[in-house]
């Protein structure tokens, strides 16, 4: 019988070809060994779930509002209020505690020359809205008369009361619950009425 010559290096190949098991047991260790580690480093240094917030009420919610807003809200009570003068350059300013601050300019009685107005109250919830309480009131660092602390308190907590409009989404409508602040901001707690 005749033999095939075979060249040298197909011979080499043939043996080769069973040897791929240590190749891809080689492999195989590699991969389980990266995927343990990996497994690993996020089990050791990946932070665990935070801690969840503290359960609330089926459709409660809160309303932020900052002291830009308030200003132009304060502004339009004034403008609106039943007062012996008029004020401009209304600022607000909103400090922990339930503090509200505002400040303009007034000319009473538009014959004495500009003075600064400055009102100091307490704000809270009342009757499902925000409301202020006028603490300090002060016309060119005098104190204002009773009546006309009253007069503004009133026109600011009816201006504030228009709050009440925005607070409501479909049919649902939101009462003011709580008031707390920050400085510089006012957050009303809301409750689903």
Known sequence: MAEWYVPEGVERERERRGCWGVPVAVLLAGLLVGAGL?????????????????????GDATLT??????????AGGLAQGQLPFSVSNVRVRVQAGNVMTMTGTTSPAGLLPARELS???????????????????????????????????????????????????????????????????????????
């Open 65 to 74: 509002v900052d002291d830009a807003f308030l200003s132009q809200l304060a």
């Open 119 to 193: 009102v100091t109250g307490q704000l809270a919830a009342s009757g499902g809205r925000v409301s202020f309480h006028v603490t300090q009131a002060t016309v060119g660092g005098l104190p204002l008369p009773p009546p006309v602390d009253a007069a503004l308190e009133q026109a600011l907590n009816a201006r504030l009361a228009t709050l009440a409009d925005i607070l409501q989404v479909g049919n649902t409508h939101y009462s003011v619950t709580g008031v707390r602040t920050t400085d510089g901001q006012l957050t009303a707690v809301l409750a689903a009425q």
């Open 38 to 58: 990996t497994l690993l480093v996020q089990v050791l240094w990946v932070p665990g779930p935070a801690m969840p917030a503290a359960p609330r009420a089926a």
